[in-house]
Nanobody
């Protein structure tokens, strides 16, 4: 069964850090473009960061530049989202997703597989 499972969300104070994990089963993550997305209450889901198959990060949300990075552990078939200097506006449900298409075609509607999401709340 193809599955992505996120973990690591929670409550953190402004300025703090969290690392989200996205563990895969049934698919090999380094064969896909991996995206992290988020959805805040009342807002549309937005792309945060993508990782290409070669491990390069691409930022899609200007608001996270310099603060969020993706990494991948091929041995564990897991992708991580390291989030530093968190702000209240980063509060959202965070999702990882995998896209089997060429990188240039991987926009939100074209991601094939999605995790269930993990809540991140940034508040004092």
């Amino acid at each position: 069964q193809l599955q992505l499972v996120e973990s690591g969300g929670g409550l953190v104070q402004p300025g703090g850090s969290l690392r989200l994990s996205c563990a895969a089963s049934g698919l090999i993550l380094d064969r896909y473009v991996i995206g992290w997305f988020r959805q805040a209450p009342g807002k549309e889901r937005e792309a945060v960061l993508y990782m290409n198959r070669n491990g390069m990060n691409t930022n899609y949300a200007d608001s996270v530049k310099g603060r969020f990075t993706i990494s991948r552990d091929n041995a564990k078939n897991t992708v991580y989202l390291q989030m530093n200097s968190l702000k209240p506006e980063d509060t959202a449900v965070y999702y990882c997703a995998a896209c089997s298409l060429p990188f240039s075609l991987c926009n939100l509607p074209n991601f094939n597989y999605w995790g269930q999401g993990t809540q991140v709340t940034v508040s004092s």
